[in-house]
């Protein structure tokens, strides 16, 4: 076993403290790298809270992970000692399910293995532990490659709020031609709008702050709208070919649907804690669609690391050391971050 440290919810609800624990050795297949850096993603703060569903405790946080390879198992192929690497929301799958055949293991018929806060029953059985930690040990095919050209800081957020809204754009096919909203200017909401411009769609941010404007405007959107402002909401009914909602507070998913045109697309990729009520009519005035989507599957993400790469796209970050996270996780609750933190694994 691998011994390391990390940061830890050692309770539900619990802030969290420096905890000591293991990883396992090295499999031939297995890539272990030290974590250089890991974001903060709202989803640590639901896990670390039961929000969604019961933790497994004590939990390690983190799966926007990006660091360099320390040591390889003997067979694998693709990385080497010193590689710039990465890890994002999952760590394994089943491997043999059609979804896992096509590429989007995150869609696994057996349930992929969440990078933290699961159990990684196709391997050794034990918890999976988060990228708020020195080291970690994954499986080659679930170990990206991160474009050397790049901030590694402002990468290890593509790992998360990069491919959550890569994907579901590069799925309804959004580019020239096509009219998207983003609704909610946070993590996920300013990387939708770098995606969605640099695919050539006309973007405009969907905001109940004002405050947002201009910094709407410095990501490359094309318009604002102030959706508390009723008469800019009015005005914007009939509007857009999707909606891409990063929103993950309690919001009336039915109202913003009419600004879609007929055949819009309504696509959530944000999670609020309360369950959406979506009256039949919202759907069949005109031939709307209410859809979701999750991360992207290996190659997916793979491609838009490598895309990234190719347009300069990383996330806008501020970076902090691993003892101010419970400050951050206020802070991030009150949208009082532009637009993710990431923690300097090298302060713990």
Partial sequence: MIATKGYAALKAGEKLVAWEFERRDLGPKDVQFDILYCGVCHSDLHQIRDDWFKGLYPMV????????????????????VGDLVGTGCMVDSCGQCESCQDGEEQYCAEGNVQTYNNVNKYTDGMPTYGGYSKTIVVKEEFVLRVPENLSLAATAPLLCAGITTYSPLRHWNVGK????????????????????????????????????????????????????????????????????????????????????????????????????????????????????????????????????????????????????????????????????????????
Wanted: hydrophobic share 40%.
């Fill in 61 to 80: 946080p983190g799966h926007e992970i990006v660091g360099r390879v320390a040591q390889i198992g003997d067979q694998v192929s693709k990385f080497k």
């Fill in 177 to 348: 031609g096509s009219k998207l909203a983003v609704l909610g200017l946070g993590g996920l909401g300013h990387m939708a709008v770098k995606f969605g411009v640099a695919f050539g769609a006309e973007v405009t941010v969907l905001s109940t702050s004002e405050g947002k404007r201009e910094d709407a405007k410095r990501l490359g959107a094309h318009h604002f709208i102030v959706t508390t402002d009723k008469e800019q909401f009015k005005a914007a009914r009939r509007s857009f070919d999707f909606i891409l909602d990063t929103v993950s507070a309690e919001h009336d998913i039915a109202a913003y649907m009419s600004l879609l045109k007929t055949n819009g697309t309504h696509i959530c990729v944000g999670v609020p804690s309360k369950p959406a009520q979506i009256p039949p009519f919202s759907l069949i005035g005109r031939r709307n669609s209410l859809s979701g989507s999750s991360i992207g599957g290996v190659a997916e993400t793979q491609e838009m690391l490598d895309f990234c790469g190719e347009h300069d796209i990383v996330s806008d970050v501020e970076v902090i050391n691993i003892d101010y996270i419970d400050q951050a996780y206020e802070r991030m609750e009150k949208n009082d971050v532009k637009y993710r933190f990431v923690i300097d694994m090298s302060t713990l």
